[in-house]
């Protein structure tokens, strides 16, 4: 039996007999709990010690045949034979139980044995995956600070563009961010023509009811335009490179390679595209 392994427990219910009091000396069990016991899944090993206790218990009333032959009445030999026939039958229990056991630890063993190859299997390439990760996580500390070296740089040229656009020459363009504008445009308020089509009474030139005493013949459609007030929308400004990308150190309590600003530049807010 391999070490670390919990055997299966096997439920096969025995024949449920009462015994009477054997008054061979042997103990007396209680028969309820008796059964109860033997009813409960057991492991091979306790299936077999119940059949080993039940040839035991055979092989004394068998012992005392004799004996009882000359001092005890036919009765008494009946309930013997009784008991005997009894233990038998435990005894042929207990070895098919037994051999069903057997055949379930092994295939017990045999599926606990196959899932520890596949963990294992699986530890191996956690492993592998886990070295492989330690050796990107230096490369990326060598590609952020290489990384958070331009964007410094970046930095930079966005605080010029932000002191031009700060304090521009009348009537120059802003100057733009260099980098693409990921921003919107401001659409202004604007009007908008709407045409509508209406009923009206040729004769009249007014409105022509559809509701009955009213002259259909005479309803003719025309267009009326009218003028819509659509809202302004307001535009996105443009947010630099530099403010939009954080490159975390690595451990718990290790400072950013790079951290980026919470809002961009004010000055170079008003630049469009």
């Not at 009813?39 to 206790?53: N, V």
């Not at 886990?130 to 966005?158: F, I, M």
């Not at 990921?182 to 040729?202: H, K, L, Q, S, Y």
């Amino acid at each position: 039996m391999s070490a670390g392994i919990t055997l299966p427990t096997v439920n096969v219910r025995e024949t449920r007999t009462v015994h009477p009091r054997v008054t061979l000396g042997l103990p007396r069990r209680d028969p309820v709990a008796a059964d109860a016991a033997r009813l409960a899944p057991r492991t091979s090993a306790e299936i077999a010690a119940d059949r080993d206790a039940a040839v035991a218990e055979r092989t004394a009333l068998e012992a005392s045949r004799a004996d009882l032959m000359l001092t005890g009445t036919a009765d008494d030999v009946a309930n013997l034979d009784q008991r005997i026939a009894v233990a038998k039958i435990r005894i042929d229990a207990a070895e098919m139980q037994h051999a069903a056991a057997v055949i379930a630890e092994a295939r017990a063993r045999s599926d606990k044995d196959a899932e520890q190859t596949r963990r294992k299997g699986l530890r191996k390439a956690g492993m592998k995956a886990s070295t492989e990760a330690a050796k990107l996580a230096d490369r990326y500390v060598v590609l952020a600070k290489e990384l958070a070296g331009v964007l410094g740089q970046l930095r930079e040229q966005e605080g010029r563009i932000a002191d031009a656009n700060a304090a521009l020459p009348d009537g120059a363009e802003p100057v733009p961010p260099g980098e693409p504008f990921n921003g919107t445009e401001t659409i202004p308020m604007r009007t908008e023509t709407m045409r509508d089509f209406v009923w009206i009474d040729a004769r009249t030139g007014g409105p022509a009811g559809i509701m009955a005493g009213n002259d259909l013949r005479h309803r003719v459609a025309k267009e009326i335009e009218r003028q819509v007030s659509v809202p302004s929308i307001p535009g996105e400004p443009h947010v630099p490179l530099s403010h939009r990308v954080t490159l975390p150190g690595l451990g718990r309590d290790a400072p950013p390679i790079w951290r980026s600003l919470p809002q961009p530049l004010r000055s170079n807010t008003g630049y469009r595209a």
